[in-house]
């Protein structure tokens, strides 16, 4: 069964430094999400894209954070200057269109620990 | 706002008996999808059941089954002949078109499954 793929596993950053969160979503999947979950509390939608833009953000989704999908491929979230609470565990999804009642499939996780 | 709230932090069972996980949400769309996903130790995010709000059977995959009753705004889920690999923190989410289909997770039920 086709999945998503996130890379990498773990990734340790010092604060301020940028990060890059990679993923590839299932290849005839058309909407692509990001979302997080601080340790031990619930998963939060940070953002969606369709069609090389995007679709809605949360308000979590400020000014330090940015979404692309620079080839047919990848879709990638980048922090620009980390901070101590962006450790968490970033969860990329991808659905096949817009639909509601199709699932998002979601991948394994970039667990993101900020020094 | 569309909320999802599981009032069961944590929930026990003995190896093959059944559970149940509960789920209100609060929404005034009438168009709507509900999930429950499962979250193991290893932290991946994994698609248990599904229902749409249109339909009035409840979803059942194999163990696992919902009551889904629209007028009161509950979704709970009803796993039978529970297994150790059950065991697991287990998401309610929420998504409806109007709402630009993103995942509304509530805060997850830790299930413990005891031999």
């Known amino acids: 069964e086709p999945e998503v793929t996130q890379t990498p596993s773990h990734q340790v950053t010092q604060m301020g430094q940028e990060v890059i969160l990679r993923c590839v979503p299932i290849?005839?999947?058309?909407?692509f999400y990001w979302y997080r979950q601080i340790l031990g509390q619930k998963v939060e939608f940070l953002v969606s894209?369709?069609?090389?833009?995007?679709?809605?953000k949360s308000e979590i989704f400020d000014d330090q954070f940015s979404v692309e999908r620079p080839d047919g491929s990848n879709f990638t979230l980048k922090i620009r200057s980390t901070k101590l609470e962006d450790s968490a565990m970033y969860f990329c999804?991808?659905?096949?269109?817009?639909?509601?009642?199709?699932?998002?499939?979601f991948g394994d996780g970039t667990r993101l620990s900020i020094l | 706002a569309q909320t999802v709230t599981q009032s069961q932090p944590e929930m026990s069972v003995q190896e093959a008996e059944t559970v149940t996980l509960s789920c209100t949400y609060d929404?005034?769309?009438?168009?709507?999808?509900l999930f429950w996903y499962k979250q193991p130790p290893s932290r991946q995010m994994i698609l248990v059941i599904r229902?749409?709000?249109?339909?009035?059977q409840n979803a059942t995959e194999n163990r696992f089954s919902v009551n889904f009753q629209k007028a009161a705004k509950s979704f709970s889920l009803k796993i039978s002949d529970s297994q150790l690999g059950d065991a697991a923190m287990y998401f309610c989410?929420?998504?409806?078109?109007?709402?630009?289909?993103?995942?509304?997770f509530g805060a997850g039920t830790i299930l413990r499954v005891k031999s």
């Open positions: 929404t005034s769309e009438s168009d709507y999808y």
């Open positions: 290849s005839n999947h058309l909407y």
């Open positions: 229902q749409e709000a249109y339909k009035q």
């Open positions: 999804a991808s659905s096949p269109d817009k639909l509601s009642n199709q699932p998002q499939h």
């Open positions: 989410a929420y998504r409806a078109p109007e709402y630009g289909n993103k995942l509304v």
């Open positions: 894209f369709y069609n090389n833009e995007i679709s809605e």
